[in-house]
């Protein structure tokens, strides 16, 4: 585990596991602090393959959309992760293709093979910088992150704005029952 600071966002925590007997392998990573009265709405224009190398950060509590590939990640998919876009979406791909080919290949009507096989075409394009999109992380936490590469200036292709929690948001986070 290690405390990390980062620049213009706050403290984060990365944890790391490693079993040497059986190979497991896993990285999460946790914000800290208290929490805030607003969730965080990024979203971010991708129209340069240089964008694919902006850090990000994508809590357990944070949902992702791409609607120019027809990519929606429900808050807890791949849990916290702090890397660059290109390797979030490098992540995504790797999970999603070995859940989809690895054993209804062979059962999979022609169709739905085509739909899955040309939805990973789009996201290579998009892994390569060859496709412009749009990246949309809210978080009802507030604990997500994507870097300003002009901070503190602001970013001409960012958005961020800051959104009442719905009550539901409220209760599947436990918030409604927290007395302090």
């Not at 896993?26 to 914000?31: F, I, L, M, R």
């Not at 190398?53 to 849990?79: M, Q, W, Y």
């Not at 702090?82 to 070995?98: A, I, K, M, W």
Request: with cysteine; charged share 30%.
């Amino acid at each position: 585990m290690k405390q990390v600071n980062i620049p213009h966002f706050k403290d984060v925590i990365i944890m790391s596991t490693s079993c040497d007997h059986c190979g497991y392998k896993s990285n999460e990573v946790k914000t800290g602090g208290a929490i805030p009265d607003k969730g965080k709405r990024v979203k971010l224009l991708c129209d340069d393959p240089e964008d694919l190398a902006r850090d990000i950060l994508k809590s357990e509590t944070c949902g992702l959309v791409i609607p120019e590939l027809n990519l929606d990640l429900t808050p807890g998919t791949l849990g916290g992760r702090f890397t660059t876009l290109e390797g979030l979406l490098t992540q995504v791909r790797e999970e999603l293709h070995s859940r989809v080919f690895s054993q209804t290949s062979d059962s999979m009507e022609a169709e739905t093979k085509d739909r899955w096989e040309k939805f990973f075409a789009k996201l290579d394009e998009a892994i390569a910088g060859k496709v412009k999109f749009t990246v949309v992380m809210e978080d009802p936490l507030a604990a997500s992150y994507i870097q300003n590469v002009y901070a503190p200036d602001p970013d001409p292709n960012m958005v961020v704005e800051e959104f009442e929690r719905t009550e539901e948001q409220n209760e599947t986070l436990g918030l409604n029952d927290m007395k302090v």
